[in-house]
Structure formats: C-alpha cells, structure tokens
C-alpha cells in the first residue's frame, strides 16, 4: 500500500499561483512514478503531470505545459506541484497517485484537494 495525502488547495484568481503537495507514506517509493491529474465537474479525469520519485523523468498535460512545474521536495518528502498563471478552466479536483515504474497503470490513489480558480 501507498497511502497518498494531497495539500495546498484552494481559491485563486486567475492569473494566481497555488502549490499543492502529495505526501506519501507507506514504503520506499524509489521505483515508483507520482502523478498529478485532475476532474472538473462533468469532465472526464485529466493526466496533468508525473515524475519519477528520484526525478528526472518528468512529463505533462498539453494544458498545463510552460505553466505548471512538478518537483520532489527532499526536504518535506512531498511531491509538488506549482501551478502558476492559473486559468479558469484549471478549477476542479486535484489528484496525486502512484504506479509502479513499469507499471501503466496508477494504482494508488490519495482523496484530492480542491482547486478553484476565478475569473
């Protein structure tokens, strides 16, 4: 098991900044990938960025390329994810989870945080 909890939600305007953090527990997560996705209302689960747990392996979302960065915070042992120029349509709820690096799938998956930006 890869208990997941994500922190750092909230209210912004557009063109704000928000940082959220997925904080794992449960075991070494060396040969895992941490992803971010997010679900607007009545929109389908969106991949937004993932990266490896030691890094280097980093990818994202067309949507969120140039605007959000996803890095391993060493320090606090968290996952972030800085969503800069944020727009309208980033609003909804936000997911960290984690697979297996050879896995395709992400089985674990923490309860979301939400993130609601205003025009």
């Known amino acids: 098991q890869v208990p997941l909890v994500e922190s750092g939600g909230g209210s912004v305007q557009a063109g704000g900044s928000l940082r959220l953090s997925c904080t794992p527990s449960?075991?070494?997560?060396?040969?895992?990938?941490i992803g971010w996705f997010r679900q607007a209302p009545g929109k389908e689960r969106e991949f937004v960025a993932s990266?490896?747990?030691?890094?280097?392996?980093?990818s994202y979302g067309d949507s969120v390329k140039g605007r959000f960065t996803i890095s391993r915070n060493r320090s606090k042992n968290t996952m972030d994810l800085q969503m800069d120029n944020l727009k309208s349509d980033d609003t909804g709820v936000y997911y960290c989870?984690?697979?297996?690096?050879?896995?395709?799938?992400?089985?674990?998956w923490g309860q979301g945080t939400q993130v609601t930006v205003s025009s």
């Open positions: 990266d490896r747990w030691t890094g280097e392996m980093s």
């Open positions: 449960g075991r070494t997560l060396t040969m895992y990938v």
């Open positions: 989870a984690a697979r297996y690096l050879t896995s395709p799938d992400y089985e674990y």
